[in-house]
């Protein structure tokens, strides 16, 4: 297929501009990409289809646009997995929601590029309890981790410290069964789900959870320098 040179259109008169556009692709997704390369590498067509299949698979056209300009706005890579594209319930419009989650990569790539951050040389804290074991919901009676990382302000560096609590974090649902009329409902049970992280490395992903907590508080610290 015949390539054509990129061109932006303000009313009825033609600009013309660097590089090389597919005929087939919008105005709009031209201007798209010219306007995301300005702040990150430039990205091709192929790369954002790449993108559409494989991190934001199922979003629509309005949310992939929408999750591509967050991240060129906040500078997160979807590629390095900074940043992540989630939609709950795509298969029921009326509840369909799209959620941007930045990574521990993300956060730990900000904190960098403030260059003032520095981390902790010690493992994060891991605090446990015998009576708050429970086979179901709390296999090693986890109560919360604790991490610290240090922040340069103008007086020298101090501590930031971040802390995540089992019963907040925890994927933790209600077990739902059937009643004496056959209808499913809540069984006043509780358990953990197991499929993910959760269940094989439950210290690491509280810590992770800790670890952003910390990240968080030290961005919106007054001793951020943006």
Known sequence: ??????C????????RSVGWVRPTMSRARTEMVKFWSVTLPPQTFQQLALVR????????????????EVCRRVGLDPFRKQIHCIVYNKNKPDKRRVVF?????????VAARCKDYRPDDEEPAITFDEAEKNDATNPLGIVKAVVKAYKFGPDGWHAVVGTAYWEEFAPITEIWAE?????????????????GNWGRMPRLTLAKCARSEEHTSELQSP???S
Do not use: C, H
């Open 179 to 195: 009643d004496d009329n056959g209808k499913r409902r809540p069984s006043g049970k509780f358990e953990l789900d197991r499929k």
């Open 101 to 109: 989650i930045t990574g521990i990569d993300g956060f730990r790539g």
């Open 223 to 225: 001793y951020v320098i």
């Open 8 to 15: 932006r259109w303000i009313g009825r008169r033609r600009f």
């Open 53 to 68: 299949r494989t991190v934001a698979a199922d979003t629509t056209q309005d949310e992939f646009d929408l999750f591509i």
């Open 1 to 6: 297929m015949r390539s054509q040179r990129k």
